[in-house]
């Protein structure tokens, strides 16, 4: 069965960033049926502070690390801070990436964050994909900013919906099958359109 894990770097209980990654996770898994797993980065902040000094993480750690290591696709969920990521969340994946710089290699990765206002949702672009674009992984094209004022409002289930749709197209081949046909277009040029999400399988098949 495909695995797709979420990281959350909420830290209060309930979290925005945690329903964030639980609704990308449901409609992605309602695309594909894949196995689900929840990482709250919050319950490992001890263990990674041990890491960074000890060079050793402890048994919860470890099998979080496995976790995303073993995945076959990820949404990656942090609340916004100082117009970034939280500094818990780039830690988790510090230690990932001193343990195995190949862990997210070729990776289908969704990037999500919340925040207060719509302003901060420019971290998408200028922190998030190119921390993850250093670390090789595929991001999906569509990432997800929910401000406070999103909840509830139009426009966050269409996105949730679109961003889920393009990386259940990836998972698949992630998962060594052969992708579901995307949906094309004929332009009257007689140029035919290919879904950049089916392209990028492409390149990973």
Not at 65 to 82: Q, Y
Not at 92 to 109: E, I, N
Not at 153 to 165: Q, T
């Amino acid at each position: 069965m495909t695995k797709l894990v979420v990281v959350s770097a909420g830290l209060s209980v309930p979290s925005s960033t945690r329903l964030l990654g639980d609704r990308l996770a449901a409609a992605t898994a309602a695309h594909t049926g894949a196995e689900v797993r929840v990482i709250e980065v919050r319950d490992l902040a001890v263990e990674i502070a041990h890491n960074l000094t000890s060079g050793f993480p402890g048994p919860a750690l470890a099998a979080a690390l496995d976790a995303v290591t073993e995945a076959d696709g990820l949404i990656v969920v942090t609340p916004v801070f100082s117009a970034s990521y939280s500094g818990l969340f780039k830690s988790f994946f510090d230690v990932l990436g001193a343990r195995d710089q190949d862990a997210l290699a070729g990776k289908p990765v969704l990037i999500a964050a919340t925040g207060g206002t719509a302003r901060h949702s420019l971290v998408l672009d200028h922190a998030l994909r190119p921390l993850f674009a250093y670390l090789r992984a595929v991001v999906v094209p569509t990432g997800v900013y929910a401000a406070s004022e999103d909840w509830g409002a139009e426009g966050l289930p269409e996105r949730v919906e679109r961003a889920a749709g393009e990386l259940a197209a990836l998972l698949p081949a992630a998962a060594g099958r052969p992708a579901p046909p995307a949906a094309r277009r004929a332009e009257p040029d007689g140029f035919t359109v290919v879904p950049f999400e089916e392209q990028l399988a492409a390149l990973r098949g």
